[in-house]
């Protein structure tokens, strides 16, 4: 048992729990990006210290709005180009660029994001106790906006390639089906970059996965992947659900 215990802690285990190294750039946002992308290892071991949580909680938060509102600004570009090609799908609510409909969506994903993760925090927070890891309700906020964060540069990065297949549909003629199909797949590119928050998400909670005693860690480890993967599902239904209800009332 001892032995099964020491290799399924090396696997589990990043580091040791305890760091407490200042961020790059004296703790600017942008050294904080820089760990998001190269460095997530490195992000995952100051998530640990409560006084760092504070730190870093507004900061992920900022780089997650920041990356959501590049993409709400593109999107109600693209929308727009599109309708005034074609016509308006009548499967989505209102967000012309001509009247105050026009910061409709970029409201909606950025406070319906944000209304999802409250929604959903504290079964994360219950979750992991359940699990038997060792953290606190910050701490569960801290790796719920850092996956939050990852997620928005992730849509970042995908939302060049986006904007160009959208403008070979309004340049070029193209059928009416074609037009549908890109504004539905603009509309989803949130949740298929959100894919890589949920792993990184989860990659950092179950590596607290050595708070758990190593003579229950086996068993709890495996349970824990699998309240995490029902967390995911869970924050997956919810998300669109309160982005679309929030965009429809925002329209009326």
């Known amino acids: 048992m001892t032995a099964a215990c020491a290799k399924l802690s090396s696997i589990e285990t990043l580091e040791p729990p305890v760091v407490a190294e200042a961020l790059p750039d004296d703790g600017s946002t942008v050294g904080l990006l820089e760990l998001l992308l190269k460095s997530e290892r490195r992000l995952n071991l100051l998530l640990r210290d409560p006084a760092r949580q504070r730190e870093i909680i507004p900061r992920l ?3 997650a709005l920041g990356g959501f509102a590049i993409y709400g600004v593109a999107a109600t570009v693209v929308l727009n180009a599109i309708a005034d090609k074609t016509y308006w799908p009548q499967f989505v609510p ?3 660029w001509s009247d105050a409909s026009a ?4 409201a909606a994903y950025a406070i319906g994001l944000i209304a999802a993760n409250g929604v959903c925090l504290p079964s994360f927070y219950f979750y992991g106790l359940l699990a038997g890891v060792k953290t606190t309700l910050l701490g569960v906020t801290a790796h719920a906006m850092k996956g939050m964060a990852a997620g928005a540069l992730a849509l970042v990065g995908i939302l060049p390639i986006y904007v160009t297949l959208a403008l070979g549909v309004v340049v070029f003629p193209a059928p009416r089906e074609l037009s549908t199909l890109c504004v539905a797949l603009g509309l989803a590119l949130p949740f298929v970059a959100g894919l890589w ?3 990184s998400l989860y990659l ?7 708070t758990i005693p190593c003579d229950q860690r086996g068993v709890r480890v495996c349970f824990l992947r699998r309240l995490l993967l029902a967390w995911c599902g869970c924050y997956t239904f919810v998300t669109p659900v309160m982005i679309y209800a929030l965009w429809n009332y925002l329209a009326k």
């Open 61 to 63: 938060l900022a780089v």
């Open 94 to 96: 209102m967000a012309r």
């Open 103 to 106: 910061p409709n969506l970029l």
């Open 197 to 199: 928050g949920a792993r």
């Open 204 to 210: 950092g909670f179950v590596s607290l996965a050595d």
